[in-house]
């Protein structure tokens, strides 16, 4: 070739091409990054799922800034290519009040089942039914422990266009005890395209229904993931954040995944804003 420098781009790019092109339909989606409790992937995999997220509250809901960080681990265990042991709920939770108060704890633990109910590979359409039940295990210093319980029942689906995937998921939490816990729905979407498979770029939407009140703190809002207050003001409060983020094929067995979401409701809401880093290793 004439042109060194043309070689060299003409090289880049087939070697980017090699990269996306190995990685089609399932293989380039990715799971979801944001609300990783409740945002179950329809598709099915054995991995371990270490995650950090740093979670600020509007002021409006306690009358005080406050702040929380949460460590946990999540672990699926796939026993056939549609059958999976999940177990998505777990860790310790350290709340920070701008008072100086600083409150922590370990969360409660959940654990279920999901079933690839329709995996047609080819058009890269799943939807997976599934569901959790919840048990109080964890420190009422950081609202854990309450109650007798909640069982969490959802659907997920994936449609992929090449590159290009839509996931989302519904489901509702019912407590077995509604004193102590708020029963809620949800709904859950993610569109990503897989550019390269060191860059996945993803921009998702979760939202949270409370249906019925229980007789906890008089709270206006509730916990929306990690934390059920059993809120007694925040039956038909409605809560949504938007998030953008990326994840990362590091190899073909690790990823790395980040977000940024921003609450969208007023200032009395839990959800300011929240950073979420996961890494996601699949055996």
Known sequence: MKNPMQGAALLGLAVTATAIAANDGFDTAIVP?????????????????????????????LG?????QVYAMQL??????????????DGYTRIHLDNGTTLDGWNDLAAG?????????????????????????GNSEV??????????????AIKGWDRFHVNANVGGTVPFDADA???????????????????TPFVSYNSFLTVSDGNG???RSEGFDVINFGSSNASGRYQGAVGVGFR????????????????????????????????????
């Open 33 to 61: 990054v944001a609300n990783p409790i409740y945002f179950e992937s329809a598709l099915v995999q054995s991995e371990v799922r270490p995650l950090f997220a740093y979670h600020r509250l509007d002021s409006g809901l």
């Open 76 to 89: 699926r265990y796939a026993f056939t290519d549609r059958l999976a042991f999940i177990a998505t709920r």
């Open 217 to 219: 703190l008089g709270l």
């Open 113 to 137: 089942l999901k079933y690839v109910a329709i995996q047609d590979t080819a058009n890269q359409f799943a939807v997976t039914p599934g569901f959790t039940v919840t048990v109080p295990t």
């Open 181 to 199: 816990n708020t029963s809620n729905l949800r709904f859950n979407a993610m569109v990503d395209y897989a550019c390269h498979r060191w860059f």
């Open 143 to 156: 609202f854990q422990g309450e109650g007798k319980g909640r069982a969490d029942l959802f659907v997920s």
């Open 248 to 283: 990362s094929h590091l190899t073909s067995s690790i990823d790395f995944g980040a977000s940024y979401e921003v609450g969208v409701a007023d200032s009395a809401d839990i959800f300011k804003d929240r950073v979420t880093v996961d890494l996601v290793w699949k055996f």
């Open 64 to 68: 005080v800034g406050a702040d929380a």
